[in-house]
């Protein structure tokens, strides 16, 4: 079975609704356990530029965000709907999400 690890860079206070969105769907289940994932704390920065319509900060203003970085992994021909709940429930107009393919030892 193929696996993908997935990288989602998330305001602190918006990762448990998305992390249990994506449990809810099933996709953070290991076996017998769920919510399979890790969160690890990281300071963020971007600056809005002309066009961006920021959910934090202002345009042309370098902004520093304490922001979340989730991680887990999901079977491959999960991905088009992880990502669909990814970007419904993520606040950010461009969320950083990292995708990728992870080698299956089995």
Known sequence: ?????????????DSRKLID?????????????????????????FRPIEGANPYIGSLNKI???QESKLEFRIRREDLRETMRIIKENHPYEVPVIN??????LD
């Open 63 to 65: 902004e520093e965000v």
């Open 21 to 45: 969105k994506i449990n809810e769907a099933g996709y953070l289940k290991e076996e017998n356990y769920d919510y399979c994932y890790a969160e690890t704390y990281v300071l963020g920065h």
């Open 99 to 104: 995708v990728i393919e992870l080698i299956d």
């Open 1 to 13: 079975m193929k696996h993908v690890k997935i990288e989602i860079f998330i305001p602190r206070e």
